[in-house]
C-alpha cells in the first residue's frame, strides 16, 4: 500500500534534519534580484505560444487578529478600509498579466490564500471575482478547482453561500488546536462549535473538498490533549488533514517571539505526538500521502498518488502540476516555464509599483539543466516515494548513476539503515523511511550546502 508507514524512533532521530519542503526546486532561498519584470513577460510569451493551462494564486495578506505561531506573509489590521486600494493594485496586476496571455489558455485551478481572504467583504470579493473572470478563462461548469482559505471565526453561512456562488468548490479550514489552553498560548481563540458551523456549511452547499490544518509542537500542547483535537476533527470528517510540525523560529518571525519559549513541548513529545496521529487517522481510513499530508482513499491526492500522476509545486501536493502557476498579490510566488518569479514582499513596494504602472516582481530564478533534472528526481522522491533510473535517464539523456555517482555512498548508507531500497535500476524510499523523505530529497538537493539551515523547519 502506498500509504503504509512504519515508525522507527532510532531511524526519526537520526534524519530528523533542517531541510526544505521542496515546494520548489531549487527553493525560494535561491531567488535573486537579478531576475525582473522583463524575465516574467518573456515567460508569459512562451506560455501563451504554447497554449499552456493555468493556475493562479491570489494573495490576500490581511487579517484583523495575529496567531503567535503563524510565518505567513500578512498584515494584521482591525481597518477593513486597508482592503480597498490593496484590490485596486490587484486589479492592476490582473489586467497586466492577462494581456500577455491567451484568453482561451484554461484556469484549470484557483486558489486564494494569505492572510485570511475571508477578511474582504461580500462586495469586495465579488468585484476581485469578476476581475478574475473577466481577463482570465476560468471554468464554469465546477470542473475547475476553485479553492480558499477560511478562517472559522472571520466565515459564516451567508459567506460560505457567497463563496459557493462565486464559483469555490474547495475549502481549507485553519484550526491549528482545539485545546483552550494551547489557543490562548498562540492567541488563536476558536472553538468547536464555530468549526463545525463551517464545515457544515460546506457540506450543504457542495463543496467538493474540505481540508482542515492542524500544527503539533505549539505551546502548552501534550500528546494527550493533542490526541483529543485529532479525536474531534476525525469526528468532522474532512476529505483532506495537513498536520504541520510548528517550527519555532523567533529570529525570524516577530509574531513567534511571544510565544514562551518553556511552553513548548519537549522533542521527544513532538515525536509522541506525530506517532499518535499517524496512528490514529490511519484508523479512521486516512491515507499519509507525503510531506504531513492525510486524505481519505477517494481524495483527488490519494487517487492521484495510486496512479502515479501526483505532483507538487508552491501550492503542495496538487493535480495541476503540469499548469504554468501565475501568483498574484504581495509576496505571491509564480512558476512559469523554466521561471521562478517572487513579487515585492512589502506591501507598499508592491503597491507602489502597480501605482507606477509597473509589476512588482521583485526576486526569481531562472532554472537550468541540471535545475530541471534533480526537480524530476525530487519530485518523484517527494510524490511517489520511488524513483525509476530508466525514466529519469530516456528523459534527460543521462547515466543516473553516472550523473550522481558522488552520492552513491550517502544513499546506500541510507539503504544500509533501512531508510531506502537501492539497486541499480531504482529507488524506493521504504515504509520506515517515508515519514523522512525530505531527508531523501536533500541528498539531491545542489544548493544545499551552500545554504543556512537554520532557514529551515526540521523533517519531523
Not at 502557476?325 to 507598499?348: E, F, K, P, T
Amino acid at each position: 500500500m502506498l500509504d503504509a508507514i512504519r515508525w522507527d524512533t532510532d531511524l526519526i532521530r537520526r534524519y530528523d534534519l533542517a531541510g526544505p519542503r521542496y515546494t520548489s526546486y531549487p527553493t525560494a532561498v535561491q531567488f535573486d534580484s537579478q531576475v525582473g519584470t522583463f524575465d516574467l513577460f518573456h515567460a508569459l510569451r512562451d506560455s501563451r505560444k504554447a497554449l499552456r493551462p493555468l493556475s493562479l494564486y491570489v494573495h490576500v495578506p490581511f487579517c484583523a487578529n495575529i496567531c503567535y505561531y503563524c510565518a505567513c506573509n500578512k498584515v494584521i489590521t482591525k481597518d477593513r478600509g486597508r482592503a480597498l486600494p490593496y484590490l485596486q493594485r490587484l486589479e492592476q496586476e490582473i489586467q497586466l498579466i492577462a494581456c500577455h496571455l491567451d484568453p482561451t489558455q484554461k484556469v484549470e485551478q484557483l486558489h486564494f490564500g494569505g492572510g485570511t481572504p475571508t477578511f474582504l467583504s461580500h462586495d469586495e470579493l465579488r468585484q476581485l471575482m469578476a476581475q478574475l473572470r473577466k481577463h482570465f478563462n476560468l471554468l464554469d461548469d465546477d470542473s475547475g478547482d476553485h479553492g480558499i482559505e477560511i478562517d472559522p471565526r472571520e466565515a459564516d453561512w451567508s459567506t460560505m453561500g457567497l463563496l459557493r456562488e462565486l464559483g469555490f468548490n474547495r475549502v481549507s479550514i485553519g484550526v491549528q488546536d482545539l485545546d483552550p489552553a494551547v489557543q490562548r498560548a498562540v492567541n488563536r481563540p476558536q472553538s468547536l462549535e464555530e468549526t463545525r458551523a463551517v464545515i457544515d456549511a460546506a457540506r450543504t452547499l457542495q463543496f467538493r473538498s474540505i481540508n482542515i490544518d492542524l500544527i503539533y509542537g505549539l505551546p502548552k500542547q501534550t500528546p494527550e490533549n493533542f490526541a483529543r483535537t485529532v479525536d474531534e476533527v476525525i469526528s468532522l470528517q474532512p476529505d483532506r488533514l495537513s498536520v504541520f510540525n510548528y517550527a519555532h523560529l523567533p529570529e525570524r518571525f516577530m509574531p513567534q517571539r511571544r510565544i514562551n519559549g518553556n511552553d513548548l513541548p519537549a522533542p521527544a513529545q513532538k515525536l509522541e505526538m506525530l506517532q499518535r496521529t499517524i496512528e490514529q487517522l490511519t484508523a479512521a481510513g486516512y491515507r499519509y500521502i507525503g510531506m504531513d499530508h492525510f486524505a481519505l482513499p477517494d481524495d483527488d491526492l490519494a487517487i492521484a498518488q495510486e496512479e502515479s500522476t501526483l505532483q507538487r509545486n508552491f501550492q503542495g501536493y496538487t493535480t495541476h502540476g503540469h499548469c504554468d502557476l501565475i501568483g498574484l498579490g504581495v509576496s505571491a510566488i509564480s512558476q512559469i516555464g523554466d521561471l521562478y518569479c517572487q513579487n515585492s514582499s512589502d506591501l507598499n513596494q508592491y503597491q507602489n509599483a502597480l501605482a507606477s504602472a509597473q509589476l512588482a516582481t521583485s526576486r526569481g530564478l531562472l532554472c537550468n539543466s541540471d535545475d530541471h533534472l534533480r526537480r524530476a528526481v525530487i519530485q518523484q522522491l517527494i510524490c511517489h516515494f520511488s524513483l525509476e533510473f530508466a525514466q529519469i535517464e530516456q528523459s534527460f539523456n543521462i547515466d543516473f548513476q553516472g550523473y550522481f555517482g558522488e552520492l552513491w555512498p550517502q544513499l546506500q548508507e541510507m539503504a544500509d539503515d533501512g531508510l531506502i531500497e537501492l539497486d541499480n535500476e531504482r529507488i524506493t524510499v521504504l515504509p520506515a523511511g517515508r515519514l523522512l523523505v525530505r531527508s531523501v530529497c536533500m541528498v539531491f538537493d545542489a544548493y544545499l550546502e551552500q545554504q543556512n539551515r537554520q532557514r529551515f523547519s526540521r523533517v519531523i
